[in-house]
């Protein structure tokens, strides 16, 4: 059975002193509240991640990861962390395609296959977040935008390589806005996800593959969101800045 993922993801928030404070109230919930076989995963910026990964050193199911890396091994790249560095300190995941970083960024597809291959090759679960603009779901193109998005990023992987991805559904127009797609919305692209996984690396791989969902996700909807057949957790923005709130989503699936 595929496992079910709350997922946490920080982006440029919290000072470092912030940032322990908040991992540490997570861990000690974690430990108490979450009872269940679901992981969490807290993906904070760089400079905690070395003090987040002493910290859960110890604490079955709560992981850490980075919010990117650079698809070089090592080098002249100033001001860029290798997926080897952030391994080293003891992350796990990496997301990688987060809409921000292809809209502010200018992360391309091709790009993106870059840093899957080194995240993979270093240990590391990419979080592959694909997902449509508000622009591109009322043109209703956004299937064929979502298969493009998860072909040229990872299509070219073998299924052993494909089996270490998690896939995150965000659709961009739900991500901070407050505006979540409804369950059957999410559904509709998570089953469409799944059958072209499946198309392309067989049912039993689609099966077994973790798609999150991600966009406004908050202990009000997280219920009915991860009800959903083809929903297996969530990638949490704002919501991960609370630690009450992330447990709650977490809880969802005691
Ligand atoms: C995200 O940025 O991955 C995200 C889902 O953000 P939010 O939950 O704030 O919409």
Redesign the pocket.
């Known amino acids: 059975m595929r496992k079910k993922i709350v997922a946490g993801?920080w982006?440029m928030n919290l000072d470092y002193q912030s940032g322990l404070s908040l991992f540490s109230e997570i861990i000690n919930m974690a430990k108490d509240e979450v009872i269940g076989n679901q992981e969490l995963v807290v993906c904070s910026p760089f400079i905690h991640l070395s003090s987040l990964g002493q910290l859960s050193k110890n604490v079955a199911n709560v992981n850490i990861g980075a919010q990117n890396i650079h698809q070089a091994e090592s080098g002249a790249y100033t001001g860029e962390i290798s997926a080897g560095q952030v391994k080293s300190v003891g992350a796990s995941h990496v997301?990688l395609g987060?809409?921000?970083r292809r809209a502010y960024f200018g992360e391309t597809d091709a790009l993106l296959a870059a840093k899957v291959d080194i995240a993979l090759k270093h240990g590391l679960t990419p979080i592959f977040?694909i997902g449509e603009t508000k622009e591109e779901r009322e043109s209703g193109d956004f299937f064929e935008i979502i298969k493009t998005q998860l072909t040229a990023g990872l299509f070219h992987l073998s299924n052993e390589d494909f089996a270490a991805v998690v896939l995150?559904y965000?659709p961009v127009w739900?991500?901070?806005?407050g505006l979540t797609a409804s369950p059957e919305q999410a559904q509709e692209v998570h089953q469409f996800i799944r059958q072209v996984v499946a198309e392309k690396y067989g049912q039993e791989a689609a099966d077994n593959t973790s798609i999150l969902y991600?966009?406004?996700?908050?202990p009000g909807n997280a219920k009915d969101l991860f009800a959903q057949a083809d929903i297996d957790g969530?990638?949490?923005?704002?919501?991960?800045l609370k630690s009450r709130d992330f447990i709650d989503i977490a809880k969802v699936f005691n």
């Open positions: 993801n982006k997301i987060h809409s921000e977040c995150a965000e739900a991500i901070g806005t991600g966009g406004s996700c908050n969530g990638l949490i923005g704002g919501a991960s």
